[in-house]
Every structure is written in C-alpha cells, then in structure tokens.
C-alpha cells in the first residue's frame, strides 16, 4: 500500500531565512518611514519571538492562511504562500540592506555627548518681595535654595538698594547634568522712590554678555562658562488691575536683552473668572505697550493635531498664574503639594487649580532649549553687534586706544569707504557720459 | 533618548494622560535631551570628507560604496577623463542625502593630480592652502558684525589618505604628506586595492605602516591625546590596532549565495565588501559613519580650528601691536 506522505510533515530545510527575522523587524520599522507596502502584517505581532527561525512562524502564518481551505491538503497552498512571502520580503531586504548607510545615528552621537557634557541655564527672578518668588523656585526644581536667609524688616530696607544674588545648584536626573543657576533681585521695588531699580539688573545682564564676549573672542575657547541668563520670570502681584507702571518699565527695559515671561504670582486669591478677566487685561497692555515678551515657537505644520492643540492652549493661557508651594499636604486620599486652608486646599500640580504644571512643562520640559537659543541667537548677537560697533567707532576716532578684543580686518567695508566708493563711482560715470558726448559731436563732424 | 515615558504620553502636558499621582522628585530635566534631538532633525547635519591618493586607487569608488549612492566626481561630471592633469586641483561636489528622516549635506572634495607628477615636491601645499581657506572663511564669518545664526560649516572633517598596497612600507611621498597635514585635518589612513594583498601581507604591511607613523610622529585619528576619558581610551585603543584599515571598494553588485551583495567578481572568486572576513570596509565605514562621526567633528571644530583661530589672532595682534607701538606681550597675555 502506498503511504500517502505529504510534504508538510517532513520539515523543509530551513533556508538562510534565519538571519532574516532581525532584519524583518527592523525593515518593517524602517519600510513605514520609507512608505513601502508590506506584503504582511501579521506577522509584527510575533516581534517578541525573538530568534525564532522565520520558518517556523511562516508556517503557523501559512497554515493559518489555508484554513478556510477545507478538504484541500495544505501543502500547495502553505508552500506557495510560503515563497510568496520569502521572495517578497527578500526584495525587501536587499532594497534595504543597499540603501542603508548608517547615518541615521548622528542624532545618537551628539546626544551622547551632550549627556557627558551636562547642561547649564541661568533662570532670572524679579518682582517685588512678598510675591512667593523663591517658594516657587524652590516648587519647579524641587530644591531648597533659601536655607537659611534672613528676612529684612521695613526699616532696614528703607535704604536698601537693589542687589543681585546669585544661587548655583547642580541637579542631576536620569544620566542627564544640570547646573541650574538662580539669579535673585531682592529689593526691587520696596523702596519708596523706585526709579530706575532696573538699572542693577540690567547692569547684571549686560556684564554677563560682555563676559561671554570676551571669552569668546579670546585665544583660549575650551572652557567657556556660559552665565548669561536665559530667562527672567518677572512677577505681577495678582492685587491689581493690570500692569503698574513699574512692572511696564521694567519689562521694557528688559525685553531687549533676556527673554521675560510675565507670571501672576499667589493665584489662589483669585476666582478662575477673576484670573481670566486679569490675563486677558494683561495681554491687552501688553499689546498696547508694545512690550515684547517671550513668544512660543510655532510648531511645525507636521505635527499631530492633539500636539498642535495643546500648543494652542499654552499659548492661550499666558500670563501663567502661579501658585508655589513645598509643603506637601493630604488631598482626596493622596499626598499632594499644596497649600492648607480651611475652606480647602490649594494643589500646586492640579491643572485646574493654577498653572503651574503649565510653567514647568514649558520652562523645563519643552521649550528650555528653545530659550538657551534665542538668548544666543538673538539677544547676544544684538549686543555683540552694538558692542562692537561701538568699539570700533572709538578706535576711528581715537587711533591710539588699544582693542580690548583681538580685532582682525573686517570683510565688510565700514561706513566711510563705502561713501568714498560710492563717490568715486559718480564721478566714472560722469566722465563716461562725456566721453560718450564726446564720440557722439566726432562722429557727426566726420558725417 | 532615555526612557522615560510621561513626554511622549499624552502629548505635551504628560501629567494629564498620568492621572493624578505625582511624582514627587522628578522634575523632567532630561526631556531636553528630546528637544536637542528634534532640533537637530530639524537642522541637518553637514559632513565635508576629503579623499586624497594617487589616481588609480579607487578613490572615487570607495565613496560611492560609503554612501551607496553616486556621490563621487566622476559620477556627477559627465566628461569623465581619464587625463592626469597638469597640476593638483581641488574639486569638491556636494549632495543632500536624508535616511529615516536625518538629513545630511556630504561634500565630497577630490584631489586629481595628486602624487601623479614626475616631480611631487610641494604637491601637499594646494591641499594645505585649502583646507586653511575654510578654516579662514569661517573664522571671517565668525568675526562678522551680523553673522548668521548658523555659520555655514565648509571646513574639511576628515581626509582619507589611500595608500597603495606595495606591501613593503609607506613611501617617503605619503609620510612627508601625512605628517604635515595631520597637525592641521584628521587623516584616516587606508590601504587601497586591498585585495591584492593576502592576510599575512596584509598585517606585516600594516604593522610596518603603523611602526613608521609612531616612528614620524604623525598622529592619525583617532588622536591618542585627544581622547577625553577610559571609555573614550579604550574604544580608541581597539580602532587605532585597526587602522589603517584595507579596503575595497565597489559599486557593482553579484549574486552570492543568493544575497545581492556589492563585490568584485573574478575568476576564482567573489570579493565582498561588506563581509568582514574578506576586506575592512566594513568597520571603516562604522568608524566613519556610525560610530565616530559627531566626534571627527568636533575634534575639527575644536581643536583644529582653534589652533588655526589662536594662530591668526596672534598674527594679526603682532601687526596691530606694531602699528600702535605696543610690544605684543602686552596684548596676548591677558587673552590667555
């Protein structure tokens, strides 16, 4: 009797097709970017496999094809889905392994760097005192900075001045350095006569520019500490009715030289439609003042819709009103941040209680980068050009006074050969029109 | 990026999509790794090689294999003549190439004409010159009243030095090169035509080559003493046994055991590229490409470019000091 053997019990030769299942997971990755049709997609659920030689998962996936096929013996149809696959795939493969360069790892490369290097940023704090100006410091990056400061009563802040203080602090989360610098202005706006108590902090701006400057203008560049301040937070005391005119002062001094992101300080004496009447005032005599304050990028057309609304919805809800807090208190079962009352608590991280979560997502989280950058970009290059402009319309005037800063001939002509050129340009056109009179009168007398 | 996941849930706000546990001591600092990386996506990246041998060596190929695209002069240039001509030139092409959605701006810079004359005395100094000029053009942008937010970067990365496989040593040509353009660009030394060596030529050839460079003190990338710490060490020591590296170019495909493979065929054999027990291309690639890339940049942009920059202001500081009456010491020592 003849025993009926059909291919499907005696296992085929695996193919080279082993190799092929690492391959098989990256492709399918790697096709969705380059937008090729996969011919399965079955099989992305057995990505956890491992090593599994790829025919043994082709020929659960065939099997699993033919089942409707009844009464048929699945060997045709397995082995013809079978080499359907492998050739299609293979295609695949070799399309891929020809393209493939390698690349694609440069953004890998200067992240790594980057880790060992460690960041820095310098955040600027300004407004008057009483604000909660160092409690929300102390909430966002979950450090204790004001250990131990002694609080000055009235009568010693009648003659205070405006000073700078300067806190360092390196934070370090997940493999990723941080050397965080808090730059404080106690005193500002206490005194009685508050004219000009900007003028320190701008003082403090500049220097730090000027310092950078130098540094990078000098010989030695390996090491050069950046203390520039990449952000000012500047508080509005919710008590009022919109901006005073020392808060309008102050920002339009600064806006030129650091990025101001104005905040409404102690939120929680305020009602949500108090607070929403009080930003949109805000914003209005923002606008009217002309006053420039930090804008959000726009992001790019393509992003994904849930992205692009909540970027709508940061962007709507500036002013941020802020409430800070360290002391962590019971709330509906669970220990949260927050402040006691005994009408209720306030939650610092709750984001329909204040808009803190807002300030840190958007501080620390998403655009801290983007502020490193505009700080470099724009404000230092505004003052490196002020600066040297200046420096070198000394040096015309005063041959003799020595450059501060190594100083190398300028591609660009200054001012005044440029007037000379242009002269010396009238003039050969000039004396080419009457050369061309001339030709003209020669011409008709030989005529 | 480092894992973790309260970025990429629930879009911008993480702490939405989390719910309402808190936790306590994080602060997210490490998402701005993430925010670097989408901006360099954004930006691109530029990558200037030089490749610098006798004509012959296949210089030409060996990029178009790296980059598996036709990204060499001859490719791009109709008229490809096969004339030496008269006098070194310097020919750089440039391509915009992107992969998986990282885009890169490859120059390519050729050097026909070198080591090709009767008399090759001074044949490294229209190479010298150039790679000086990038270095000066950026230094002019740098210096700028108005400069542009990102200076474009011309200045050389790397230089592929082929040696030609002789089996023997280096000739006197490639160490006079190689000495006076290392303290200036990062060499990458390779042996051309590889496959005209065996295995036990190929490592005395090597290990001879490596003896003269320590012998000349030439320093080759990667650059023992630019190296930053023991992990950096240690991974240099691996590659710097390697180098140089002998390679074998193609850009033409064969059928080997069923694969597709880029090789050379012959009568008793097929080469592979990419089969690293048959040439090294494999792992110059890596190093190149994969692996040490952001690095050779960096070493280009702060240590070459710098000793170039620290040399032209201390040029120039000496004409301005002259011409103010001032002795020098004066100006440079409070730089310093």
Known sequence: ?????????????????????????????????????????????????????????????????????????????????????????????????????????????????????????????????????????????????????????AEERISQTVEITKHTVDIEEKGVKLKLTIVDTPGFGDAVNNTECWRPVTDYINLQFEQYFRDESGLNRKNIQDNRVHCCLYFIPPFGHGLRPVDIEFMKALQDKVNVVPLIAKADCLTPT??????????????????????????????????????????????????????????????????????????????????????????????????????????????????????????????????????????TPDVETEKLIKMKDEELRRMQQMLQKMQQQMHEQDL | MIGHTSVAVGGLYGEKASGPTVDFSYV????????????????????????????????????????????????????????????????????????????????????????????????????????????????????????????????????????????????????????????????????????????EERDFFKKKIREELRANGIDVYPQKEFDEDAEDRMINEKIREMIPFAVVGSDQEYQVNGRRLLGRKTKWGTIEVENIAHCEFAYLRDLLIRTHMQNIKDITSSIHYEMYRVRRLNENNTVVAHANGIPEHHLAAHEM
């Not at chain 1, 409707?68 to 070799?94: D, H, K, M, N």
């Not at chain 1, 009447?277 to 606008?287: P, Q």
């Not at chain 2, 060596?57 to 060996?62: M, N, R």
């Open chain 1, 274 to 411: 108090e607070i929403k009447k009080l930003k949109e005032r805000l914003r209005e005599e923002i606008d009217k003042y002309g006053i420039k304050i930090y804008q959000f990028p726009d992001c790019d057309s393509d992003e994904d819709e849930e992205f692009k609304q909540q970027d709508k919805e940061l962007k709507e809800s500036t002013p941020f009103a802020v409430i800070g807090s360290n002391t962590v208190v019971e709330a509906r079962g669970q220990r949260v941040r927050g402040r006691l009352y005994p009408w209720g608590i306030v939650e610092v991280e709750n984001p329909s209680h204040c808009d803190f979560v807002k300030l840190r997502t958007m501080l620390i989280r998403t655009h801290m980068h983007d502020l490193k950058d505009i700080t470099s970009d724009g404000h230092y290059e505004n003052y490196r050009a002020q600066c040297i402009q200046t420096m070198t319309s000394k040096m015309n005037a005063d041959k003799r006074v020595e450059s501060p800063i190594p100083i190398l001939p300028l591609s």
């Open chain 2, 28 to 199: 997210g600092i490490d998402a701005i790794l993430e925010q670097m990386r989408r901006k360099a996506m954004k930006q691109g990246f530029e990558l200037n090689i030089m490749v610098v041998g006798q004509s012959g060596l296949g210089k030409s190929t060996l990029m178009n294999t790296l980059f598996k695209s036709k990204v060499s002069r001859k490719s791009v240039l109709a008229t490809s003549q096969e004339k030496i001509p008269k006098t070194i030139e310097i020919k750089s092409i440039s391509h915009d190439i992107e992969e998986k959605g990282v885009r890169m701006k490859l120059t390519v810079i050729d050097t026909p004409g070198f080591g090709d004359q009767i008399n090759n005395e001074n044949c490294w100094q229209p190479i010298m010159k150039f790679i000086n000029d990038q270095y000066e053009a950026y230094l002019q942008e740098e210096i700028n009243i108005n400069r542009k937010k990102r200076i474009p970067d011309s200045r050389v990365h790397c230089c592929i030095y082929f040696i030609p496989p002789t089996g023997h040593c280096l000739r006197p040509l490639d160490v006079e090169f190689m000495r006076r353009l290392s303290k200036v660009v990062n060499i990458v030394p390779v042996i051309a035509k590889a496959d005209t060596l065996t295995l």
């Open chain 1, 1 to 153: 009797m003849l025993i009926h053997v059909s291919v499907h019990r005696s296992p085929p030769p695996p193919p080279p097709a082993t190799l092929y299942y690492e391959h098989w997971v990256n492709l399918r990755a790697r096709s969705q970017s380059l937008h090729l049709p996969l011919f399965t997609t079955s099989i992305k659920h057995e990505r956890n496999h491992g090593n599994v030689p790829l025919t043994q998962l082709l020929r659960h996936k065939g099997a699993a094809l033919t089942q409707q096929a009844e009464g048929r013996p699945l060997s045709s149809c397995y082995r013809f889905t079978r080499s359907l696959l492998l050739t299609s795939f293979l295609c695949l493969i070799v399309f891929q392994e020809k393209e493939y360069v390698g690349f694609a790892t440069l953004p890998n490369q200067v992240h790594r760097k980057s880790v060992k290097k460690g960041f820095d940023f310098t955040l600027m704090v300004a407004g008057e005192s009483g604000l909660g100006k160092s409690t929300l410091v102390n909430s966002l990056f979950l450090t204790d900075l004001h250990k131990d400061r002694k609080l000055l009563n």
